[in-house]
């Protein structure tokens, strides 16, 4: 496994937040992390990245334990994240996002304009005034400049038009195709679980429910997932 959390818990200072969470992300797989608002998806994500410490549990990342590790140097092995929000540097122009992040070789400029070429028309562009949909596609290109073993997508459409989400996730099936290794968090069920190789259900800090797309039942889905 490229990527294998096992009993994960954190807490934020005296409250806990993750009581035991199991997931995997196998090399060139599109694995779901799913579950409803406040159980524990960005809090997990941040427990792999570095962003927290988690109190116990094992991070293993492409063969080394990365528990505790600081942000920077888990960036280092290979995992790129596209933040919630967005979080592009509003300041900088396109193309300076994406050179800031270039490490690596592989995603080069031009081929980040030729996965999302509406980036290639707005270089000269500063970040704030992009539309949402364009700074989401920034905030992808900016990751993959970073040549990353493992990409994480935080709710990587929400929010966005659907002629943009349409973008987006026809993007993440190119992602798919060229073997990229992706963790997404989505509440669009109906263009993730396509996409998607394994799901990972979260209820409460812990993981309730992993399989294929085709095991998610419409029961599994109102039990965990409905509103």
């Known amino acids: 496994m490229l990527l294998e959390v096992s009993g994960l818990e954190t807490s934020y200072g005296h409250s806990q937040a993750l009581f035991g969470v199991d997931l995997a992300v196998a090399q060139g797989e599109v694995v779901a992390l799913m579950g409803r608002n406040g159980m524990g998806k960005t809090t997990t994500i941040g427990s792999v990245l570095g962003l927290l410490r988690p109190r116990r549990g094992s991070v293993r990342f492409d063969g080394a334990e990365i528990a505790g590790r600081p942000a920077y140097r888990v960036a280092r092995l290979g995992i790129g994240l596209v933040p919630e929000g967005r979080r592009c540097f509003p300041n900088l122009t396109v193309h ?132």
Do not use: C
């Open 96 to 227: 300076e996002n994406l050179v800031a992040a270039a490490r690596g070789s592989g995603w080069t400029l031009d081929a980040v304009q030729q996965l999302f070429p509406r980036l290639g028309e707005r270089a000269g562009q500063y970040a704030n005034t992009l539309s949402g949909g364009e700074q989401q596609m920034l905030a992808i290109g900016r990751a993959l400049m970073t040549n990353p073993k493992l990409l994480i997508l935080d709710e990587a459409t929400e929010g966005l038009a659907p002629v943009i989400r349409h973008d987006i996730w026809a993007a993440i099936r190119a992602l798919k195709g060229r073997g990229q290794s992706i963790l997404v968090v989505d509440k669009t069920l109906s263009e993730l679980l396509p996409v998607a190789d394994r799901a990972f259900i979260l209820e409460k800090g812990r993981t309730v429910w992993s399989g294929t797309p085709d095991d998610l039942t419409p029961d599994i889905q109102d039990r965990y997932l409905g509103v």
